[in-house]
C-alpha cells in the first residue's frame, strides 16, 4: 500500500478526466526530447485564469521542463458566463477548464484547499478567512511534493496585484519558499516527502503595474515566448490562446498571436540569474547520480527515432528504463520513468481500454466490463497479467499480442462497499466559507479524484515487465457528436432530487414539496422516504414507502409542508431508508462540451423560509444575461416568469408583463440587445418597470443602455456584512409592498454587490450606502429613476447570490423593485423630489 500511496503523492498530476490520447509522431519526438530536460518550474497565483499561458507553453513546449501551475483557489466566487452555476459548482466547473488548459500546453496542475470566497480588498482578508496557516501547509505540501527548481509568481507581494488572492499568492509563494526547506516547519509532512529549496523565485512582471518595463529593465529577465514550434506546427503564443480559451466560464476566449513576444521576470528570491531562468541549475542527467549513463541512452533513442516506424526504438527506450530504474529514489527518477514507459506505449501504438457496461455503479454491485488490447506495432507483445488494486481483483493470462488483431474479453465484478462515492473530494465534506475540508489528506493538491476504478496491464516487452494503467470509463455513440465517454462513478443505491433550492411561504399557507427518486441500482429496492425538519415546520404525510425493480427507475412523491407559525429560516432534508441504512445525496450534472462530464452529489436539501412577503403584479419578462437562477427566485415569490428569447422581446409583448428583469451582465453577453434596448426603455416610460442588473464597464453590447446618464465602475462591496445605511427611507421602494429596513440586509452572503456606479444623473435616487472598512461610502448600488409613467432601476446588489441562499431580506427587496409601477396611490415620497442636499459622496455627472 506504501508503493501505491508514494505514486500518487509525488505524481498528483495525471489528468484523470481525460482518456489518454494516441500521440502522433511529431508529439512522440517532443516528448523524447523532453526526456533530456531535468528541469522543473511551479508558476503560482490565485485563481483559474490567473496564470500565464503564453509562460507555461514555452516553458513546457520549448524550453522543455516540468512546468505546472498551482493556484491557490478554483475560482468558486466568480461569475459564470456560459450557466447558472456558480459557489462550489462554479469550482467544479473552472477545475476541469484549468485541466483542459493544461491539456493544451503541456503544464500539470495543483490547487489548495482555499476556498475562493469572492474579491478581497487585501491579504490579511484573505488570510483570516481561508486560516493562513491551513493553506501555507498546502503550499509547502506542493513545493516539497512537486520540487520545483523555479518558481513564477504572476503578482507582485504588494497592493499592485489588484485583488487580495492575488496578493496572498504571492505573499505566500515568498514566504514558502524559505519555509519548505525548513525541517522544522510542518515536520508531520517529512514523514513522505522532503524538505526542499527552490533555486529562485520571479514575479511574472505584468504590463499593467509596470508600464515602463522592457527588456533593457535591470535585473529583468527577458523571455521571448512567441517562438514557432516546427513539431507542433503553432506558435507557442497560438498554443497559449488555445490554452486561455478553455477558461469559457470566465469568457476568456483568446485569439492567437504571431512572431516576437515578451515576457518579464523581476527577480525576488535565491540565486539571481544572469540571462537565462535556469542560470546554475544542472538541468542535464548528470544531476542525478549514474545519470551520465541514461544520458547516453536518452541522445541515443532521440538519434534512432523513426517518424513512420517509432516503435524501431522500444529497444532502446527498454535499455533506458532499466538505466533509469537503477538510479537512487528521487522525484527524477519517477518522473522520467513515468515518461519512458509512456513512450514505449506511445511506440507500440498499444491500445488498452476497459469500458463498464453502465457509467455509474453501487457499492455490491455487480459490474461486467469489457476489455480491449491492440498492439499496432510489429514488436512482439505479451500480456502477463490484468489485475486492479482497488478492486483487490487479480488475474494472470499468457496472451501473445500479435500485430494489429484484437483481444477481447470481458469480466464481472462486485463493486466493494469501501469504494468511496465519486463527487469531487473537496465536496464531500461540509466546508467553512474559506476553507475545503479534505479527510483523506493524500489528495490535498491534487486537481481531481483518481479514477474511481483502474486496471493495471502487466506485458512483457522484450525481456523487460512493463506496467501500464488505465481507468475503467463508459463509452457510447452520440448520433450527432459520435463515439463520447465519461468516467465511471461510484454512487449511492438511490438518488434523492428535491424540487426547488428554496421554499418562500409568505404566510400560514401550505405548498406542495416535490421529491423525485431515481434508482441506480440494479438490484430491487424498497424503502422509506422522510423530511428532516426545522423545528416549528410538519410534513404530510411523515413518511412515503417507495419501491424499485430496475436502474433509472423513477418515481415522484409529494409532502405537503406546513410553514411555522412565526417568521424563521431553515433547511428541510429529504432522506432515503434503504435496509436500515440511511441516503441523503442528490445528484447534480455539470455537462458542457468543453469538458467532461461532472457529477456532484450534495445533500438533498432545501431551504424553507417563512417571511411576511408581499408582492404586486403576476408576470415578469426575464432576459437572459450570462445565467443565474433569479428567474427560479421570482417563480418562488409566486410569479409567472417568461423568460423571453431575444425574438419575443417586443412592444406588444412587453405589454404583456408587469417588469422587466436583466439578467446579470446582460448588456455584455447578449449581444443581440443593443437591437432591443430601446423598445425596453420606451415600456418604462410608458409605465412600466424596468431592473437591470450588474454589468462590467468593458465590452457592453450597446452604451445607451439607460434613460438617464449613468457611469460603471468596478466600486463593491466585498464584506457581506458590511453596514448598509438606508439614504432615502420613504421611498416607495423601500417600503412597498414590503418595509425594507438595515434588518433585511442581514444574513447576506459572499458579498453586498459589485461594479456599481460611480456617477449618475440627478434623476436617479441612490437608496443605499455601503461599504467595506477603511473605505469611502459606496452610494450606487441601487439606483431608481422615475421615467415618464414609469421606472428603470440599475442594481449591483448580488441578488443572483442571495436569492438562491434563500436571503429573506433579499427576497422582500426585489419584489418591492419588480413591484414598483403597481402601487396603487403614489406616496408624497414618490410625487416630489427630494429636497435634502445630495450625499457628500455622490458623483453626479
Same mark, same amino acid.
Given at each position: 500500500?506504501?508503493?501505491?500511496?508514494?505514486?500518487?503523492?509525488?505524481?498528483?498530476?495525471?489528468?484523470?478526466?481525460? =482518456?489518454?490520447?494516441?500521440?502522433?509522431?511529431?508529439?512522440?519526438?517532443?516528448?523524447?526530447?523532453?526526456?533530456?530536460?531535468?528541469?522543473?518550474?511551479?508558476?503560482?497565483?490565485?485563481?483559474?485564469?490567473?496564470?500565464?499561458?503564453?509562460?507555461?507553453?514555452?516553458?513546457?513546449?520549448?524550453?522543455?521542463?516540468?512546468?505546472?501551475?498551482?493556484?491557490?483557489?478554483?475560482?468558486?466566487?466568480?461569475?459564470?458566463?456560459?450557466?447558472?452555476?456558480?459557489?462550489?459548482?462554479?469550482?467544479?466547473?473552472?477545475?476541469?477548464?484549468?485541466?483542459?488548459?493544461?491539456?493544451?500546453?503541456?503544464?500539470?496542475?495543483?490547487?489548495?484547499?482555499?476556498?475562493?470566497?469572492?474579491?478581497?480588498?487585501?491579504?490579511?482578508?484573505?488570510?483570516? !478567512?481561508?486560516?493562513?496557516?491551513?493553506?501555507?501547509?498546502?503550499?509547502?505540501?506542493?513545493?516539497?511534493?512537486?520540487?520545483?527548481?523555479?518558481?513564477? =509568481?504572476?503578482?507582485?507581494?504588494?497592493?499592485?496585484?489588484?485583488?487580495?488572492?492575488?496578493?496572498?499568492?504571492? %505573499?505566500?509563494?515568498?514566504?514558502?519558499?524559505?519555509?519548505?526547506?525548513?525541517?522544522?516547519?510542518?515536520?508531520?509532512?517529512?514523514?513522505?516527502?522532503?524538505?526542499?529549496?527552490?533555486?529562485?523565485?520571479?514575479?511574472?512582471?505584468?504590463?499593467?503595474?509596470?508600464?515602463?518595463?522592457?527588456?533593457?529593465?535591470?535585473?529583468?529577465?527577458?523571455?521571448?515566448?512567441?517562438?514557432?514550434?516546427?513539431?507542433?506546427?503553432?506558435?507557442?503564443?497560438?498554443?497559449?490562446?488555445?490554452?486561455?480559451?478553455?477558461?469559457?466560464? /470566465?469568457?476568456?476566449?483568446?485569439?492567437?498571436?504571431?512572431?516576437?513576444?515578451?515576457?518579464?521576470?523581476?527577480?525576488?528570491?535565491?540565486?539571481?540569474?544572469?540571462?537565462?531562468?535556469?542560470?546554475?541549475?544542472?538541468?542535464?542527467? =548528470?544531476?542525478?547520480?549514474?545519470?551520465? *549513463?541514461?544520458?547516453?541512452?536518452?541522445?541515443?533513442?532521440?538519434?534512432?527515432?523513426?517518424?513512420?516506424?517509432?516503435?524501431?526504438?522500444?529497444?532502446?527506450?527498454?535499455?533506458?528504463?532499466?538505466?533509469?530504474?537503477?538510479?537512487?529514489?528521487?522525484?527524477?527518477?519517477?518522473?522520467?520513468?513515468?515518461?519512458?514507459?509512456?513512450? %514505449?506505449?506511445?511506440?507500440?501504438?498499444?491500445?488498452?481500454?476497459?469500458?463498464?457496461?453502465?457509467?455509474?455503479?453501487?457499492?455490491?454491485?455487480?459490474?461486467?466490463?469489457?476489455?480491449?488490447?491492440?498492439?499496432?506495432?510489429?514488436?512482439?507483445?505479451?500480456?502477463?497479467?490484468?489485475?486492479?488494486?482497488?478492486?483487490?481483483?487479480?488475474?494472470?493470462?499468457?496472451?501473445?499480442?500479435?500485430?494489429?488483431?484484437? !483481444?477481447?474479453?470481458?469480466?464481472?465484478?462486485?463493486?466493494?462497499?469501501?469504494?468511496?462515492?465519486?463527487?469531487?473530494?473537496?465536496?464531500?465534506?461540509?466546508?467553512?466559507?474559506?476553507?475545503?475540508?479534505?479527510?483523506?489528506?493524500?489528495?490535498?493538491?491534487?486537481?481531481?479524484?483518481?479514477?474511481?476504478?483502474?486496471?493495471?496491464?502487466?506485458?512483457?516487452?522484450?525481456?523487460?515487465?512493463?506496467?501500464?494503467?488505465?481507468?475503467? %470509463?463508459?463509452?457510447?455513440?452520440?448520433?450527432? *457528436?459520435?463515439?463520447?465517454?465519461?468516467?465511471?462513478? %461510484?454512487?449511492?443505491?438511490?438518488?434523492?432530487?428535491?424540487?426547488?433550492?428554496?421554499?418562500?411561504?409568505?404566510?400560514?399557507?401550505?405548498?406542495?414539496?416535490?421529491?423525485?427518486?431515481?434508482?441506480?441500482?440494479?438490484?430491487?429496492?424498497?424503502?422509506?422516504?422522510?423530511?428532516?425538519?426545522?423545528?416549528?415546520?410538519?410534513?404530510?404525510?411523515?413518511?412515503?414507502?417507495?419501491?424499485?425493480?430496475?436502474?433509472?427507475?423513477?418515481?415522484?412523491?409529494?409532502?405537503?409542508?406546513?410553514?411555522?407559525?412565526?417568521?424563521?429560516?431553515?433547511?428541510?432534508?429529504?432522506?432515503?431508508?434503504?435496509?436500515?441504512?440511511?441516503?441523503?445525496?442528490?445528484?447534480?450534472?455539470?455537462?458542457?462540451?468543453?469538458?467532461?462530464?461532472?457529477?456532484?452529489?450534495?445533500?438533498?436539501?432545501?431551504?424553507?423560509?417563512?417571511?411576511?412577503?408581499?408582492?404586486?403584479?403576476?408576470?415578469?419578462?426575464? !432576459?437572459?444575461?450570462?445565467?443565474?437562477?433569479?428567474?427560479?427566485?421570482?417563480?418562488?415569490?409566486?410569479?409567472?416568469?417568461?423568460?423571453?428569447?431575444?425574438?419575443?422581446?417586443?412592444?406588444?409583448?412587453?405589454?404583456?408583463?408587469?417588469?422587466?428583469?436583466?439578467?446579470?451582465?446582460?448588456?455584455?453577453?447578449?449581444?443581440?440587445?443593443?437591437?432591443?434596448?430601446?423598445?425596453?426603455?420606451?415600456?418604462?416610460?410608458?409605465?412600466?418597470?424596468?431592473?437591470?442588473?450588474?454589468?462590467?464597464?468593458?465590452?457592453?453590447?450597446?452604451?445607451?443602455?439607460?434613460?438617464?446618464?449613468?457611469?460603471?465602475?468596478?466600486?463593491?462591496?466585498?464584506?457581506?456584512?458590511?453596514?448598509?445605511?438606508?439614504? *432615502?427611507?420613504?421611498?416607495?421602494?423601500?417600503?412597498?409592498?414590503?418595509?425594507?429596513?438595515?434588518?433585511?440586509?442581514?444574513?447576506?452572503?459572499?458579498?453586498?454587490?459589485?461594479?456599481?456606479?460611480? /456617477?449618475?444623473?440627478?434623476?436617479?435616487?441612490?437608496?443605499?450606502?455601503?461599504?467595506?472598512?477603511?473605505?469611502?461610502?459606496?452610494?450606487?448600488?441601487?439606483?431608481?429613476?422615475?421615467?415618464?409613467?414609469?421606472?428603470?432601476?440599475?442594481?449591483?446588489?448580488?441578488?443572483?447570490?442571495?436569492?438562491?441562499?434563500?436571503?429573506?431580506?433579499?427576497?422582500?427587496?426585489?419584489?418591492?423593485?419588480?413591484?414598483?409601477?403597481?402601487?396603487?396611490?403614489?406616496?408624497?415620497?414618490?410625487?416630489?423630489?427630494?429636497?435634502?442636499?445630495?450625499?457628500?459622496?455622490?458623483?453626479?455627472?
Amino acid at each position: 500500500m506504501r508503493k501505491v500511496f508514494l505514486f500518487f503523492l509525488l505524481t498528483p498530476i495525471i489528468v484523470y478526466s481525460q =482518456t489518454y490520447q494516441q500521440p502522433d509522431a511529431a508529439q512522440i519526438k517532443l516528448r523524447l526530447k523532453k526526456l533530456n530536460f531535468l528541469g522543473s518550474v511551479l508558476y503560482m497565483a490565485a485563481h483559474p485564469d490567473d496564470e500565464n499561458t503564453k509562460v507555461i507553453t514555452y516553458l513546457s513546449n520549448d524550453r522543455l521542463a516540468t512546468t505546472a501551475y498551482l493556484s491557490l483557489t478554483r475560482g468558486d466566487g466568480g461569475q459564470n458566463l456560459i450557466g447558472p452555476e456558480i459557489r462550489d459548482l462554479l469550482g467544479v466547473i473552472r477545475t476541469q477548464e484549468l485541466l483542459a488548459a493544461r491539456r493544451v500546453d503541456g503544464g500539470l496542475q495543483f490547487f489548495t484547499r482555499a476556498n475562493d470566497f469572492g474579491f478581497s480588498k487585501s491579504p490579511n482578508e484573505a488570510f483570516s !478567512i481561508w486560516g493562513k496557516q491551513e493553506v501555507f501547509s498546502d503550499v509547502i505540501k506542493v513545493f516539497r511534493q512537486y520540487q520545483p527548481d523555479v518558481i513564477i =509568481t504572476r503578482f507582485p507581494p504588494d497592493e499592485r496585484a489588484g485583488h487580495g488572492h492575488h496578493t496572498a499568492s504571492a %505573499i505566500l509563494a515568498n514566504e514558502a519558499f524559505d519555509a519548505s526547506a525548513d525541517p522544522n516547519v510542518y515536520p508531520e509532512q517529512l514523514k513522505e516527502l522532503k524538505a526542499w529549496q527552490p533555486k529562485r523565485l520571479y514575479t511574472n512582471t505584468g504590463r499593467w503595474w509596470n508600464k515602463d518595463i522592457d527588456e533593457k529593465s535591470p535585473g529583468v529577465l527577458t523571455l521571448d515566448v512567441g517562438g514557432y514550434n516546427q513539431l507542433l506546427g503553432k506558435s507557442y503564443t497560438e498554443i497559449a490562446a488555445l490554452s486561455s480559451s478553455q477558461h469559457r466560464s /470566465q469568457g476568456w476566449g483568446t485569439r492567437g498571436v504571431r512572431g516576437y513576444f515578451p515576457e518579464f521576470l523581476e527577480y525576488m528570491k535565491g540565486e539571481r540569474a544572469q540571462k537565462d531562468v535556469f542560470d546554475g541549475i544542472n538541468t542535464t542527467w =548528470t544531476r542525478l547520480k549514474g545519470g551520465d *549513463k541514461v544520458q547516453v541512452l536518452v541522445d541515443r533513442v532521440i538519434k534512432e527515432f523513426q517518424v513512420e516506424n517509432p516503435s524501431a526504438i522500444v529497444p532502446t527506450l527498454l535499455l533506458l528504463r532499466k538505466a533509469i530504474n537503477s538510479l537512487e529514489e528521487g522525484i527524477w527518477k519517477q518522473r522520467k520513468l513515468k515518461e519512458a514507459e509512456q513512450l %514505449i506505449k506511445d511506440c507500440l501504438g498499444l491500445y488498452l481500454e476497459v469500458t463498464s457496461s453502465h457509467y455509474q455503479t453501487t457499492q455490491g454491485e455487480e459490474l461486467k466490463n469489457s476489455f480491449e488490447l491492440v498492439n499496432r506495432s510489429s514488436f512482439p507483445l505479451t500480456l502477463k497479467n490484468v489485475r486492479s488494486a482497488s478492486l483487490k481483483w487479480d488475474t494472470t493470462c499468457l496472451q501473445e499480442l500479435k500485430t494489429n488483431n484484437k !483481444i477481447q474479453f470481458r469480466s464481472k465484478i462486485i463493486t466493494p462497499e469501501a469504494l468511496p462515492y465519486s463527487d469531487p473530494y473537496w465536496l464531500q465534506n461540509p466546508h467553512t466559507l474559506g476553507l475545503f475540508n479534505v479527510h483523506n489528506k493524500a489528495y490535498i493538491g491534487l486537481p481531481e479524484n483518481p479514477p474511481a476504478i483502474s486496471y493495471t496491464f502487466t506485458f512483457e516487452v522484450g525481456e523487460e515487465l512493463v506496467d501500464f494503467e488505465v481507468p475503467l %470509463i463508459y463509452k457510447w455513440t452520440d448520433h450527432v *457528436k459520435g463515439e463520447m465517454w465519461r468516467a465511471l462513478e %461510484i454512487v449511492p443505491p438511490v438518488f434523492i432530487n428535491t424540487q426547488d433550492k428554496v421554499l418562500i411561504f409568505s404566510d400560514d399557507s401550505p405548498k406542495q414539496y416535490r421529491v423525485v427518486l431515481k434508482s441506480s441500482s440494479s438490484k430491487k429496492l424498497e424503502g422509506t422516504l422522510k423530511l428532516k425538519l426545522p423545528e416549528g415546520w410538519r410534513a404530510e404525510p411523515s413518511a412515503h414507502t417507495f419501491s424499485f425493480t430496475r436502474r433509472d427507475d423513477e418515481l415522484i412523491r409529494t409532502f405537503t409542508i406546513y410553514p411555522s407559525v412565526a417568521e424563521s429560516k431553515g433547511v428541510l432534508e429529504a432522506i432515503a431508508v434503504i435496509d436500515g441504512k440511511e441516503y441523503n445525496k442528490s445528484i447534480q450534472l455539470i455537462q458542457y462540451d468543453h469538458i467532461p462530464v461532472q457529477t456532484i452529489l450534495p445533500i438533498a436539501q432545501t431551504n424553507v423560509v417563512k417571511i411576511g412577503l408581499k408582492k404586486e403584479g403576476k408576470t415578469i419578462a426575464y !432576459i437572459k444575461g450570462a445565467g443565474d437562477e433569479v428567474p427560479n427566485a421570482l417563480r418562488n415569490m409566486g410569479y409567472d416568469v417568461w423568460e423571453m428569447k431575444n425574438e419575443e422581446v417586443t412592444p406588444d409583448n412587453l405589454k404583456r408583463v408587469d417588469a422587466v428583469v436583466l439578467g446579470v451582465r446582460a448588456l455584455n453577453t447578449n449581444d443581440r440587445i443593443r437591437y432591443f434596448m430601446n423598445d425596453l426603455l420606451a415600456y418604462a416610460k410608458e409605465g412600466g418597470t424596468v431592473v437591470v442588473q450588474y454589468n462590467t464597464s468593458n465590452e457592453l453590447w450597446v452604451e445607451n443602455f439607460s434613460p438617464f446618464q449613468i457611469k460603471l465602475s468596478r466600486d463593491r462591496v466585498t464584506e457581506e456584512d458590511a453596514e448598509v445605511r438606508i439614504l *432615502k427611507p420613504d421611498h416607495v421602494a423601500l417600503n412597498y409592498p414590503n418595509k425594507i429596513t438595515a434588518k433585511d440586509f442581514e444574513g447576506w452572503v459572499q458579498e453586498r454587490g459589485l461594479y456599481f456606479p460611480s /456617477q449618475w444623473d440627478a434623476n436617479f435616487e441612490a437608496l443605499l450606502s455601503m461599504n467595506d472598512k477603511r473605505e469611502t461610502p459606496k452610494d450606487g448600488s441601487l439606483l431608481v429613476a422615475k421615467y415618464g409613467n414609469g421606472y428603470y432601476v440599475y442594481t449591483g446588489l448580488s441578488f443572483f447570490r442571495e436569492l438562491p441562499e434563500g436571503v429573506s431580506g433579499a427576497y422582500k427587496l426585489f419584489a418591492n423593485l419588480v413591484s414598483l409601477g403597481k402601487q396603487p396611490v403614489k406616496t408624497e415620497a414618490t410625487k416630489e423630489k427630494s429636497k435634502e442636499k445630495p450625499n457628500a459622496s455622490k458623483k453626479r455627472l
